[in-house]
């Protein structure tokens, strides 16, 4: 069974930095590109970021934080991580990981809620 | 930017009725198409890929159709469980990007 689990979110202060982490089992975690996606409470998905498969690192970005956060992953560990920086109110939001198969997200973890505020 | 557009924004039904959703795509999306189901408190659900391809352990009476802009998600003989909000979604190649539509929530009559 896929499971993935999200941890690290929180409450930060505007201009500050968090790093999401997404545990992964029950696949083969270094063939799977991973994503990051969120949701403000109350409204629609928003993808964020993504990662491909393997090693090589080619990642992508949406606009909104494109030179902020950084998506990486550690084989080994079968974790994808989601370094966030220069943090503002609207990045307030439910972050989900997910599984990138083709052009889908197969699977999802629960979330980690990361409230940005002073 | 392709932009997907959800209709209709909430969509009243009793259980046993047919739903129809519609997703329709500011430009050609050809059939990369895929629709999620999400509950609340819970995470986002894989329903359909490729615009008419269940996912797995997705029950029959769910079924996506269209291809090019227009798509359609039909849910047929409602169960209480299928009341949920329902997101659209595509992949632009480049520049590489994920978009969903605004989501349809389907509601209890």
């Known amino acids: 069974e896929v499971q993935l689990m999200e941890s690290g979110g929180g409450l930060v202060q505007p201009g500050g930095s968090l790093r999401l982490s997404c545990g992964a089992s029950?696949?083969?975690?270094?063939?799977?590109?991973m994503s990051w996606v969120r949701q403000v409470p109350g409204k629609g998905l928003e993808w964020v970021s993504s990662?491909?498969?393997?090693?090589?690192?080619?990642?992508f970005y949406a606009d909104s934080v494109k030179g902020r956060f950084t998506i990486s992953r550690d084989n080994p560990k079968n974790t994808v991580y989601l370094q966030m920086t220069s943090l503002r109110a609207a990045d307030t939001a439910v972050y989900y990981c997910?599984?990138?198969?083709?052009?889908?997200?197969?699977?999802w973890g629960q979330g980690t809620l990361v409230s940005v505020s002073s | 930017e392709i932009v997907l557009t959800q209709s209709p924004a909430t969509l009243s039904l009793s259980p046993g009725e047919r739903a129809t959703l519609s997703c329709r795509a500011s430009?050609?999306?050809?059939?990369?198409l895929a629709w999620y189901q999400q509950k609340p408190g819970q995470a986002p659900r894989l329903l359909i890929y490729?615009?008419?391809h269940r996912a797995t352990g997705i029950p029959a009476r769910f079924s996506g159709s269209g291809s090019g802009t227009d798509f359609t998600l039909t849910i047929s003989n409602l169960e209480p469980e299928d009341f949920a909000v329902y997101y659209c979604?595509?992949?632009?190649?480049?520049?590489?990007?994920?978009?969903f539509g605004q989501g349809t929530k389907l509601e209890i009559k």
């Open positions: 997910a599984t990138l198969t083709h052009l889908w997200m197969t699977n």
């Open positions: 029950g696949f083969t975690f270094d063939s799977a590109g």
């Open positions: 990662i491909i498969s393997g090693s090589g690192g080619t990642t």
């Open positions: 430009q050609s999306v050809d059939n990369y």
């Open positions: 490729d615009a008419s």
């Open positions: 979604q595509q992949r632009t190649n480049w520049p590489r990007m994920y978009t």
